[in-house]
């Protein structure tokens, strides 16, 4: 990961199947505290279809959170995981 720069967020995208979702929510919430990720699924996500999940990484708590859910979620992730970094312009 590159070096940490002040106000960086992250956004962290990756495919769950459909059938996991349940048990790959459960391991979203016990991995971090309520409210320090938002969590979002991609519209178009179809029955058996692989869903599209999206987190959302504040600036203040993304350094720990990141890595959290990357451990927590693996066993339910489909194909790589995207993050990308952003900062305030």
Known sequence: MSQE???VERFVYYRV???DAAAALQAFA???PAGSVRLM???D???G????WMEIHAADTGAQTEPALAAALAPFIQGPR????FVPV
């Open 5 to 7: 720069r002040p106000g």
């Open 17 to 19: 199947n459909e059938a």
């Open 30 to 32: 016990q991995a971090v």
């Open 41 to 43: 699924r991609r519209l």
């Open 45 to 47: 996500a179809g029955a």
């Open 49 to 52: 279809a692989l869903q599209t």
């Open 82 to 85: 995207h993050l990308e970094q």
